[in-house]
């Protein structure tokens, strides 16, 4: 599939947050006209409230060349009309308790899932085969794929705690199918998989996003986006052309995607100051083949013919924005994610995640009720959450300093990058780090934070327990195939074999 962009825009009825919320259609309708201009299909959402007003639906049917489907946040009007009682502040309440599917119990889930399908099917003579939310629960998504189906969901970009909003720790970009029992990460085997595959929107910054707000609470973490409304992001030329050209540099193993479009609450005035020049540099990109553009819908059908599963995937930036030196590579597969960071002269791990079907969402079955939703996956290390004050985590490379780190793509499932005398081989089940230098080893280096996961260490297995933000624990562990686990004088380390190696072994985390 390889560089695919899709441009959805999604639209609310209400903006409860303004005075004067007339802006709301105005904004849609622009929206649809530069895509008109430019010749670009693009998919719109509807979220309830708006479906419901005429003027939504009349507007997109009047002759745009769009893909229409369902925004799934909660709101008054599908509430009352599934039977149930409102219980928000507003038509449109953004408080977690009432926003998101998780807010409500599964019987109630099922209600308001019905209500809102078989109202776009009343508006539109058919069931929506696309949708999308900021959040979504995986009882909620094996729902409607079992009863009504989709071509494709999209979910909110990686963030911890933005807008009371934490999505943490799956692929980085691109699509995966995910577990039946955490819609976050992706499933392991069939049986456990959802089969409408999930695609991140919003294209994250893939070096600077991971690390905003880097040790501090969790409100505080900022956004650094291809939405078109941030100076330093999606509304910055240079940014943009930064993000395309890296995003799309030929090092995806699978599919180098990115989203384009805004929601109408941020008003014309502000999206019409980022969104044409990112079209016009878009228009360069599909003109000459280099993207394809698609609706979100045409995209999950076409990963749908291709994958039966998740397939392994990369995202490698050899510049960052800043130009700065710094650079990164990311692997994502369906048992693990991996972020290699490189910067002044120094490589490091700084994520890895590790998936397991039988790792449950928080509110898989149970109402939130909660002022902040959290789905996470199972973190070896956490760059973001482990860190805090002068202490930034990670796993460190006991060996000589190299200012070269280069990534590159071996055979049809990995990854592989270098640095000094040290190779990094991302497959889909095991992660081999090569070294013959003496003195060679993995360091593990993290802040006295709440949030460690390590209970204890054997010779071949690290075991961990995580806790989500409800505390439940859940024991996991880590085992290597190939060198062994030690508690050093400086705490956890990671040595070679005879042979230089070190595997951690994905297919066999518990």
């Known amino acids: 599939m390889k560089n695919v962009a899709n441009i959805i825009n999604f639209a609310r009825g209400c903006e409860p947050r303004s005075n004067d919320d007339s802006f709301l259609l105005p904004t849609l309708r622009e929206e649809l006209d530069l895509c008109q201009r430019y010749g670009f299909r693009s998919t719109?959402?509807?979220?309830?409230?708006?479906?419901?007003?005429?003027?939504?639906?009349?507007?997109?049917?009047?002759?745009?060349?769009v893909e229409t489907g369902l925004w799934l946040e909660i709101v008054q009007p599908l509430v009352e009309e599934a039977g149930l009682t409102w219980r928000g502040r507003y038509p449109?309440?953004?408080?977690?308790?009432?926003?998101?599917?998780?807010?409500?119990?599964?019987?109630?889930?099922?209600?308001?899932?019905?209500?809102?399908?078989?109202?776009?099917?009343?508006?539109?003579?058919?069931f929506p085969k696309v949708a999308g939310c900021w959040s979504i629960d995986a009882f909620s998504l094996d729902y409607i794929e079992r009863t009504y189906g989709l071509s494709a969901f999209c979910l909110c970009k990686e963030q911890y705690g933005t807008d009371g909003i934490t999505v943490w720790?799956?692929?980085?970009?691109?699509?995966?199918?995910?577990?039946?029992?955490?819609?976050?990460?992706?499933?392991?085997?069939?049986?456990?998989?959802?089969?409408?595959?999930?695609f991140r929107m919003l294209g994250?910054?893939?070096?600077?996003?991971?690390?905003?707000?880097?040790?501090?609470?969790?409100?505080?973490?900022?956004?650094?986006?291809?939405?078109?409304?941030?100076?330093?992001?999606?509304?910055?030329?240079?940014?943009v052309d930064w993000f395309l050209r890296e995003n799309y540099n030929g090092k995806a193993l699978s599919l180098a995607y990115a989203q384009l479009g805004q929601e109408n609450s941020f008003d014309w005035a502000n999206i019409s100051k980022g969104l044409p020049m990112q079209f016009e540099k878009l228009k360069e990109k599909v003109d000459t083949g280099e993207i394809l553009l698609q609706t979100l819908g045409q995209t999950g059908e076409a990963f749908k013919r291709e994958f039966a599963l998740t397939p392994p995937n990369s995202t490698c930036a050899d510049t960052d924005a800043k130009n700065t030196g710094r650079k990164t590579a990311w692997y994502y597969s369906r048992y693990y994610r991996l972020n290699l960071m490189f910067e002044k002269n120094r490589a490091w791990i700084r994520d890895l995640q590790l998936y397991t079907d039988a790792y449950a969402e928080p509110h898989l079955l149970t109402k939130n009720t909660d002022t902040r939703c959290g789905t996470f996956a199972l973190p070896v290390m956490d760059g973001f959450r482990f860190s805090a004050g002068t202490v930034?985590?990670?796993?460190?490379?006991?060996?000589?300093?190299?200012?070269?780190?280069?990534?590159?793509?071996s055979g049809e499932d990995r990854l592989t990058a270098a640095w000094g005398g040290v190779t990094f081989t991302a497959a889909e089940d095991?992660?081999?780090?090569?070294?013959?230098?003496?003195?060679?080893?993995?360091?593990?280096?993290?802040?006295?934070?709440?949030?460690?996961?390590?209970?204890?260490?054997?010779?071949?297995?690290?075991?961990?327990?995580?806790?989500?933000?409800?505390?439940?624990p859940f024991d996991y562990s880590l085992r290597l195939s190939a060198g062994c686990f030690r508690q050093t004088e400086t705490g956890l380390a990671v040595f070679p074999d005879e042979a230089g190696n070190i595997v951690f072994s994905f297919d066999e985390a518990e």
Request: proline share 10%.
């Open 44 to 65: 719109v959402l509807l979220q309830y409230d708006a479906l419901v007003k005429p003027e939504y639906p009349a507007l997109v049917k009047s002759g745009y060349d």
């Open 92 to 126: 449109w309440d953004w408080d977690i308790r009432v926003n998101f599917l998780s807010a409500y119990t599964p019987d109630e889930r099922v209600r308001l899932i019905d209500t809102a399908f078989h109202g776009f099917k009343r508006v539109f003579g058919a």
């Open 169 to 198: 720790g799956g692929p980085y970009t691109g699509g995966y199918y995910p577990s039946k029992k955490n819609a976050a990460i992706p499933a392991r085997t069939p049986e456990n998989q959802i089969g409408i595959p999930l």
């Open 204 to 239: 994250p910054d893939p070096i600077d996003q991971y690390d905003l707000g880097l040790g501090a609470p969790e409100e505080d973490q900022k956004v650094c986006s291809l939405e078109p409304v941030y100076e330093f992001g999606g509304g910055d030329p240079d940014w």
């Open 392 to 409: 930034r985590a990670g796993v460190y490379l006991d060996a000589p300093d190299s200012p070269v780190f280069e990534s590159g793509l």
């Open 430 to 472: 095991a992660l081999t780090v090569h070294c013959a230098l003496p003195g060679f080893r993995l360091r593990f280096v993290t802040a006295d934070v709440p949030t460690l996961p390590y209970t204890g260490a054997e010779e071949k297995i690290l075991h961990m327990t995580f806790r989500d933000f409800t505390d439940r």
